[in-house]
């Protein structure tokens, strides 16, 4: 292999790394657990409070679910 094949393989092999140690390792939120601690924060922070958030709707089964 040539000198340049060799760094060009390094470099994309340092970018697969630092792209797939993005993120955090936790559950994601939902947008309703979001918005519940956006508004926490800015009532710690003493900041205007964001609308309150309305509680999600019940899921309901569907028939598909199981092959998910």
Excluded at 23 to 52: F, I, N, S
Aim: a positive charge; aromatic letters at 2%.
């Amino acid at each position: 292999m040539t000198r340049g094949r060799i760094l060009v393989t390094l470099a994309l092999l340092a970018a697969a790394v630092t792209v797939t140690a993005c993120g955090r390792r936790a559950g994601l939120d939902t947008p309703y657990e979001a918005a519940v601690q956006a508004r926490k924060d800015a009532e710690k922070a003493k900041q205007p409070l964001p609308p309150e958030p309305e509680k999600p709707v019940k899921d309901k089964k569907f028939i598909l679910d199981p092959l998910l």
